[in-house]
């Protein structure tokens, strides 16, 4: 019984379009800055940092944007003094 290989051809790779970046935050007042929490022991949601998310709160088709700190826990349970 012979053995017959199907080989497909790759498909051509698209022509790139030269895209242009407009930075507008400041013209639509998005004045963020990520600020994590200053404790001595790092837990997961320090280590992650900020973050965001684009999405349609309202339904009005325009995107709003969601952004996240971390915060400082109610107490530092390895504060200083108490590293052991």
Known sequence: MATQALVQAAPEPATAVAGRFVDITAKARVNFQSQ?????KKYLPETMDSGGA??????????HI???NGAPPL???????NNS
């Open 36 to 40: 994590t929490s200053r404790i001595t």
């Open 66 to 68: 969601f952004f996240v």
């Open 54 to 63: 684009l999405f349609d709160y309202d339904n009005d088709g325009l995107l």
């Open 75 to 81: 107490s530092d349970p390895m504060s200083k003094g």
